[in-house]
């Protein structure tokens, strides 16, 4: 949702919004059902702010398929606001908040909201081709601050977790997914960003939608397969 902030809504179309905070109100819902059936206590702060911002995704969904969207850009910085609160009251209440915690989780969830935002952005070019292509190359240019962050975190926990262990050791199954999570998760993701930026400056919005498609794909795959790594090495190389 913050991946929103730098967008202004009268160049970009409604119907946009409405599907964003639709889509977030989803994933949302199937966190919540996941994290209901985990068992785990989370508190009550926590259920009470991702109800918040469930309830503020429905009311977002709704203002943004109105005329002129009244209240519409409000419902993004409180939507935005309370998502972050979960995340940090998530962390907080499973006894994993620390500083490096939190970093890992803010820095993941902003690569994939990013890449969602920009992919479902191209695809609005597919049914409004006359938008401007400003915010779209705001979003990529956001998509790669994201993948730097990220990448930075991860080559950081990497470096220290290196003073222990041996990267040679090809018998080491952490060892052998390491290049999985680099090369799927944050290299190319970036070659690929990189790519549908130079095809947006020339309004190729088709192609640009096609490799964010891509990216979207394979953020995730490196997500999955960094907390993976960090359950197999006990240490945190997501």
Not at 135 to 150: E, H, K, N, S
């Given at each position: 949702?913050?991946?929103?902030l730098?967008l202004?809504?009268s160049?970009?179309?409604?119907?946009?919004?409405r599907?964003h905070?639709l889509?977030?109100?989803?994933?949302?819902?199937?966190a919540a059902?996941?994290?209901?059936?985990?068992?785990i206590?989370?508190?009550t702060?926590?259920w009470?702010?991702?109800?918040?911002?469930?309830i503020?995704?429905?009311?977002?969904?709704l203002?943004?398929?109105?005329?002129?969207?009244?209240w519409?850009s409000?419902?993004?910085?409180?939507?935005a606001?309370t998502?972050l609160?979960?995340?940090g009251?998530?962390?907080?209440?499973?006894g994993?908040?620390?500083t490096?915690?939190?970093?890992?989780a803010?820095?993941?969830a902003?690569l994939?909201?990013?890449a969602?935002?920009?992919?479902?952005l191209g695809?609005?070019?597919?049914?409004?081709?006359?938008?401007?292509m400003?915010?779209?190359?705001?979003?990529?240019?956001?998509?790669?601050?994201?993948?730097?962050?990220?990448?930075s975190?991860?080559?950081w926990?990497?470096?220290?977790w290196?003073?222990?262990?041996?990267l040679?050791n090809?018998?080491?199954?952490?060892t052998l997914?390491l290049?999985?999570?680099w090369?799927?998760?944050?290299v190319?993701?970036?070659?690929?960003?990189l790519?549908?930026?130079?095809?947006?400056?020339?309004?190729?919005?088709?192609?640009?939608?096609?490799?964010?498609?891509?990216?979207?794909?394979f953020?995730?795959?490196?997500?999955?397969v960094?907390?993976?790594?960090?359950?197999?090495?006990?240490a945190?190389?997501s």
């Amino acid at each position: 949702m913050c991946a929103l902030l730098p967008l202004t809504p009268s160049q970009v179309n409604q119907r946009f919004y409405r599907v964003h905070f639709l889509t977030t109100l989803g994933i949302g819902i199937v966190a919540a059902v996941f994290a209901f059936q985990s068992g785990i206590h989370y508190g009550t702060w926590f259920w009470l702010v991702l109800c918040a911002s469930l309830i503020l995704c429905s009311l977002g969904s709704l203002l943004w398929s109105l005329d002129e969207a009244p209240w519409g850009s409000v419902t993004v910085i409180a939507s935005a606001s309370t998502l972050l609160a979960t995340i940090g009251l998530f962390h907080w209440t499973t006894g994993t908040g620390s500083t490096i915690g939190l970093a890992d989780a803010y820095t993941s969830a902003a690569l994939l909201g990013f890449a969602m935002t920009a992919m479902l952005l191209g695809h609005s070019y597919l049914i409004a081709p006359s938008m401007s292509m400003s915010p779209l190359l705001r979003v990529l240019g956001g998509l790669a601050i994201a993948l730097a962050a990220r990448g930075s975190l991860a080559g950081w926990t990497l470096w220290f977790w290196t003073r222990e262990h041996y990267l040679a050791n090809v018998n080491d199954e952490v060892t052998l997914l390491l290049p999985v999570r680099w090369a799927v998760g944050l290299v190319l993701p970036l070659g690929l960003t990189l790519m549908a930026w130079q095809t947006a400056r020339i309004r190729s919005t088709q192609s640009a939608t096609g490799i964010l498609y891509v990216v979207v794909i394979f953020c995730f795959i490196g997500e999955l397969v960094g907390l993976l790594l960090s359950r197999m090495s006990g240490a945190m190389l997501s």
